[in-house]
């Protein structure tokens, strides 16, 4: 049986305007398209996760708002348990400005809203109720104030579940809380950052920021200002894949299948999402990672951050198309059921 995924992070409403290109400072470019979509990043790797068949529950502030039913409505639909949701009054819910381009780049403003006011105590109160437990996965985003953000981590920490730190945005965070993360899964612009402001904190020299490997196990060295994660990162390094940086062991390239994409918005968060799903299962972390990064490829096909999430039936039959899993084994013969064409064996003679 498999363990919970619980998700502590930001629920928003997602504006997306595609176009042929990203504007420049100060421009205006016309003839985009306009849709609006469910989002927030603890939203969508809720719904990654629950698309892939494990159960699912939120921790997460909504305004009382119209945006705010609908996206409570939204990810009960999914089959994610919305029982700890926090609902602030005269707040409104958290909004995101999205553009896409035509090569599926993007440029995000987030309104927070609600999600600013997801307090420590918020967290604390969802999480006693949830009693996070080994087998169970607390999957963290930091579209939320760091104070709630570490309490989340600190509490599935003690209860004994694996806990994973989303560090998007990267700014704010120390050894304090990184190191209350089992695994931490920045992209390489957020991990270049969280190095970065180590680095000028603790007075080392922060290796190549193109080197994700030297400077994911910078991050892993044990410093004066303290322990980083506790396991691994996994680096996620857009179209290529992602890389699986662990603690004392060689690292593992792990390449994404060629896709066309069509919006690469939600691609992160469907590889957190599907991470956090296939740890609960009770895989390891190369079989978790190597999972995700199928996910991932598979949700950019389709405009949307949570539109493209695959099934687990869907990741399933790419799985195995790539060979990463095997097939079902056919079921068994039914003894009862004669072969076409074949002759049955004479039975008992019955007087």
Known sequence: MSGRVLVVGSVNVDLVVQGERLPQPGETVMGGTFSR????????????????????????????D???????????????????????????????????????????AVAPGANAGLTAAHVRQALIRLAPHPGDVVMVTHEIPTDAAREALRIGRAGGATTVLNPAPAGGLDRSILSLADVLTPNRG?????VADDAARSGYTPPPADDPIKTARALLDVIAEGAGPHSALLVTLGPTGAVLVRRGKPPIDIKAPKVKAIDATGAGDS?????????????????????????????????????????????????????????????????????????????????
């Open 37 to 64: 979509f469910h989002g927030g990043k603890g939203g969508n790797q809720a719904v990654a996760a629950a698309r892939l068949g494990v159960p699912v529950m939120i921790v997460a502030a909504l305004g009382d």
């Open 66 to 108: 119209e945006f705010g039913n609908d996206a409570r409505t939204a990810l009960a639909r999914e089959g994610i348990g919305t029982d700890v949701l926090v609902r602030l009054e005269r707040t409104a819910t958290g909004v995101a400005l999205i553009l896409v381009d035509a090569k599926a780049e993007n440029m995000i």
């Open 190 to 194: 957020e991990l270049a950052r969280l």
């Open 271 to 351: 590889l957190n999402g599907a991470f956090a799903a296939a740890l609960a299962s009770g895989l390891d972390l190369e079989a978790a990672a190597r999972r995700a990064v199928v996910a991932a490829s598979l949700s950019v096909m389709r405009a949307g951050a949570r539109e493209g999430m695959p099934s687990k039936a869907d990741l399933e039959t790419k799985l195995i198309a790539l060979g990463i899993m095997l097939p079902p084994p056919p079921p068994p013969a039914d003894p009862d059921v004669v072969a076409e064409g074949s002759t049955p064996e004479p039975g008992p003679e019955v007087r």
